[in-house]
C-alpha cells in the first residue's frame, strides 16, 4: 500500500509538471463574392487572401479585394472581391472642317468667293471600358487613328489694293498668313498654292527651274517641330508632296539642277531655343512626277564646332560641285566623296548672352569663283573679342585670299550677289545687295537699309528705304531672275510685312502687296 501510495503521488506530480494542450485561436470572417454571402472560420492573422484561397475563389488579374487582398483580418471582419473586367470598344467620330478666310488681293474689297469647300473627316477612336461586378466604372480613350483628314473651307475675302500692275520674269512667291502664293507674268496674277496655314516660315524657296516650291509645315505632335514638303507650281492640279523630313529649322537647299534637296535637321528639346542641332547633312531625290527617294545620309550628325548646338546653314555652288557651309565658328566645304569637312575660313564666335548664335550668312557669286559673307571682327587689342559688335562683309576668294568689302554693316547684312548681267561696255559681271545696319554696334536690334554694290565693292548706292523712313527688317533679299522691261534689274523686300520691288538703276520703288502678312518672299 505505501508503495502504492508512493507511484500516486508521484505520478500527480508528474501530471502537474506537463503543460497544458494550446488551442490555435480562430477569426470568423464574413465573406462576400460573386453574388453570396457566408461566414468562414480562419486561424488568426490570416489575410484576406487567405480567406479567399480557403473558400476556394479564384481572382483573376484585374479582380480587386475590400479590403486588399495583404490586410490581416480581424475577427469579425468582412472581406469582398470584386469582380472587374473590361472591354475595348472602336468608335467612328467626325472630325468637323475647319473655316479659314483668306485675304485676296485679286478681288475687289467686300467681294467673296468660295475657293475650296469645306469636308468633314473621320477618326477611329478606342475605349477602355471597366466594369465592377457587372457595372460600368469608367471609359477611357486609349486609342485615336485618324482615317480621313477634314478639309478646311477657305473663303476668299477682297482686299484688292489700287497698286500698278508690273509684268515681270520668272515666278515670284511669297508667304502670306501661313499659305502660299504665286505670282507669274505680272504682279496682278497670283495664285494660292498652298492654303493649309501652317507654313511656318523655316524654308520657303523655289527650286532653281521654277517648277517646285518647297516649304515646312507646322507639325501638332510631341517630338517634331515641322516637316517639309514641296509643291508643283507649274500645273494647274495643285499636289502636295510630303519629303518625309522633320525638324528642318535653318537650311534646306535645291540643287541647281532642282532634282535633289539637301538639308539639316535637329532634335527638338523642352529648353530653349528648342532644339539641339544635329549638324548632319542629309539628300533626298525628286523625281518631276513627285516620286522622293529615302534621305541619304551625306554627313553624319557632329558637335558643329563652338555654340554647334543653334546649328549649321549651307549653299550649293552655282555648278552644282561644292557644297559650301557656315556654322558659328567658321566657313568650309564638304566633301561629299568622303563625307567629311573641309575649312576653309575660320570665324570669330559671337558670345551673344542668349539663347541663340549667330552664323554668317554666306552666299556663292554667280560665276562659283568668289564667296560672299559677314565676318565677326574684334578692335585691336580687345580683351572681350567675342563680344565685339562689330561686323564687316567680305568677298572671300575660292582659290585665294579674303578680301575687306565694307566694314561695319552690321550681323544681318546677308550679302545676295545677283545674276550674271552684260555692263554699258558689254563685259559680264554682277552685283551684290545687302542690308546695312542704322546702329552698326547694335545690328543685333538695328533696322537695316538695302544697298547695292558692284562685285567688288565699288558704286556703292542705298536704295531703300528713303532717308528719315523706318528700316527694313533683317531679311534676305531676293533679286528678279532677269531685267524688267522698264526698270531693269530689281531687288524684292519685305518691308512692313508688304512686298516692295526696288529698281537697281534709279532705287525707284514700288509696292506690289498691301495685305500686311507677308513673312517669306523668293523669286526664279
Known amino acids: 500500500m505505501r508503495k502504492l501510495l508512493t507511484i500516486f503521488v508521484v505520478s500527480l506530480m508528474l501530471a502537474a509538471c506537463t503543460p497544458p494542450k494550446v488551442t490555435q485561436a480562430l477569426v470568423s470572417v464574413m465573406l462576400t463574392a460573386d453574388g453570396s454571402s457566408f461566414r468562414i472560420e480562419l486561424p488568426a492573422g490570416s489575410t484576406a487572401q487567405q480567406a479567399f484561397d480557403k473558400a476556394g475563389i479564384t481572382l483573376s488579374t484585374l479582380d480587386r479585394s475590400d479590403p486588399p487582398v495583404y490586410t490581416v483580418l480581424s475577427d469579425g471582419a468582412a472581406v469582398r472581391l470584386i469582380r472587374v473586367r473590361e472591354e475595348f470598344e472602336v468608335e467612328k467620330v467626325v472630325i468637323p472642317f475647319e473655316r479659314k478666310v483668306i485675304q485676296n488681293e485679286t478681288l475687289p474689297v467686300g467681294e467673296s468667293r468660295l475657293s475650296q469647300p469645306g469636308k468633314n473627316g473621320t477618326k477611329e477612336i478606342t475605349y477602355r471600358r471597366l ?35 508690273l509684268p515681270i520674269p520668272g515666278r515670284l512667291a511669297y508667304l502670306s498668313a501661313g499659305n502660299a502664293w504665286i505670282m507669274e507674268k505680272s504682279t496682278g496674277e497670283r495664285k494660292a498654292m498652298v492654303t493649309t496655314g501652317d507654313l511656318d516660315g523655316r524654308i520657303f524657296s523655289l527650286s532653281p527651274d521654277g517648277r517646285w516650291l518647297l516649304f515646312t509645315r507646322k507639325v501638332d505632335r510631341t517630338g517634331a517641330i515641322n516637316s517639309l514638303w514641296a509643291v508643283r507650281v507649274d500645273e494647274e492640279k495643285t499636289v502636295l ?19 535633289s534637296i539637301a538639308f539639316s535637321t535637329v532634335e527638338p528639346r523642352d529648353a530653349a531655343p528648342g532644339w539641339q542641332a544635329n549638324n548632319d547633312l542629309q539628300l533626298v531625290k525628286l523625281s518631276a512626277s513627285g516620286f522622293v527617294s529615302p534621305a541619304e545620309t551625306l554627313i553624319e550628325t557632329n558637335s558643329g564646332g563652338v555654340y554647334g548646338w543653334w546649328g549649321t546653314e549651307f549653299a550649293w555652288s552655282p555648278e552644282g560641285d561644292r557644297l559650301v557651309y557656315a556654322r558659328p565658328d567658321g566657313i568650309g566645304f564638304y566633301n561629299l566623296e568622303d563625307k567629311s569637312q573641309e575649312p576653309l575660313r575660320p570665324i570669330l564666335p559671337l558670345q551673344t548672352g542668349g539663347d541663340w548664335a549667330w552664323v554668317t550668312g554666306v552666299n556663292w557669286g554667280p560665276d562659283g569663283q568668289v564667296l560672299y559673307e559677314v565676318d565677326h571682327v574684334a578692335p585691336p587689342g580687345s580683351s572681350a573679342a567675342e563680344q565685339s559688335p562689330l561686323f564687316d562683309l567680305i568677298a572671300v576668294l575660292v582659290r585665294g585670299p579674303a578680301i575687306s ?56 548706292m542705298i536704295l531703300f528705304p528713303e532717308e528719315g523712313a523706318p528700316g527694313l527688317d533683317p531679311q534676305r533679299v531676293v533679286w528678279s531672275p532677269a531685267a524688267l522691261e522698264e526698270e531693269g534689274f530689281v531687288v524684292a523686300v519685305i518691308y512692313q510685312n508688304n512686298i516692295w520691288l526696288v529698281s537697281v538703276g534709279d532705287g525707284k520703288a514700288q509696292q506690289i502687296t498691301g495685305d500686311g502678312l507677308t513673312v517669306r518672299i523668293d523669286w526664279r
Open 131 to 165: 466594369f465592377e461586378d457587372g457595372v460600368e466604372t469608367s471609359r477611357t480613350e486609349v486609342k485615336s487613328v485618324v482615317l480621313e483628314e477634314a478639309v478646311p473651307e477657305i473663303l476668299m475675302i477682297g482686299s484688292q489694293t489700287p497698286f500698278t500692275s
Open 241 to 259: 508632296v510630303d519629303l518625309k523630313v522633320g525638324n528642318v529649322i535653318h537650311t534646306a537647299q535645291w540643287s541647281p539642277d532642282s532634282s
Open 405 to 460: 568689302l565694307v566694314s561695319r554693316v552690321g550681323m544681318f547684312a546677308y550679302p545676295t550677289p545677283s545674276p550674271l548681267q552684260i555692263d554699258p561696255q558689254g563685259e559680264q559681271g554682277y552685283q551684290v545687295a545687302f542690308l546695312q545696319a542704322l546702329n552698326p554696334d547694335q545690328s543685333d536690334s538695328s533696322r537695316y537699309r538695302l544697298v547695292v554694290m558692284d562685285r567688288d565693292g565699288s558704286n556703292r
